[in-house]
């Protein structure tokens, strides 16, 4: 149970008996501190990470499969698959691996766990 004191309220629980604090935000120096009442599940934290892209000037990457995540890195594209299973990434046109020297076509296969810089 969040009880701001100091935090400013940014969400509340409506499914509740009584309307509680959800989601709780406060200014510290140069920083802020997000305090939510819920377990850390990305279904929960997503929405509120991605609420914060603008105020933290992030660009979002491109779509990919679950578990794969992607980022601009000096201009080429970082791929990390996090999953213990192979997942393809669609792309379009050919592009190259420099980490793994792979060309590839269309789609980028990422084995478990792996990653790969993308020109």
Partial sequence: M???RTAK???LFTNTPEKSTAITVNDY???RAIYIAVPAQMAALAPLVRSLYPALAIEKGPETPSGVYARVVEGRMLYVNTTGE???VNIRGSKRGIISGTSY???IRLKPYDADLVE
Avoid: F, H, S, T
């Fill in 2 to 4: 969040l009880e701001p």
């Fill in 9 to 11: 309220a940014i969400a």
């Fill in 29 to 31: 120096g140069k920083g």
């Fill in 86 to 88: 192979e997942k393809a």
């Fill in 105 to 107: 076509e269309g789609v």
